[in-house]
């Protein structure tokens, strides 16, 4: 009884402190909100650069979040989030920064970022407000 009287509130406490939760929050909140992520797609789709070198991007599945970076800041109305996508062609980093403005996203920044072989190496900005 004593090891789980001292183990469970440390836990509790490294939790609470180490920024975890709110990494866990932000994820969680990502994760719900399709609409962030949809739209961003949509306008990527819609660039020349990004079919040309990359193909079609296909739509994010829930793991994709999961695995992606996500901090929400101005009392979530703010949003920084990289992401992996994949398309018909090439796979590649997805760089968003977006404000909440009436209940829709307005993106400021979309930026993908294509790792791929020496000559495909690329930033293609989709989106990037001054």
């Known amino acids: ?8 509130p440390s836990i509790i406490y ?3 402190s180490s920024g975890i939760g709110k990494m866990a929050t932000d994820l969680t ?3 719900a909100d399709k609409e962030l992520y949809e739209e961003t797609i949509e306008k ?16 994010i599945n829930k793991m994709m979040i999961l695995n992606g970076e996500v901090k929400f800041t ?4 703010i949003v920084n ?5 994949t398309g018909e062609k090439e796979t590649a980093k997805m760089d968003i920064t977006a ?3 009436n209940d829709n996203w307005q993106d400021e920044k979309i930026n993908i970022r294509v790792k791929g072989p020496e000559n495909n190496k690329r930033t293609i ?6």
């Open 81 to 85: 989030s990289t992401i992996k996508i």
């Open 99 to 101: 404000k909440r403005e």
């Open 1 to 8: 009884m004593i090891p789980v009287l001292v183990i469970l």
């Open 29 to 31: 909140q990502a994760y």
């Open 125 to 130: 900005e989709i989106v990037n407000a001054p």
């Open 44 to 59: 990527a789709n819609s660039n020349k650069e990004v079919i040309e070198f990359i193909g079609e991007i296909k739509p």
């Open 14 to 16: 490294l939790f609470t």
């Open 74 to 77: 101005g009392n979530n109305k």
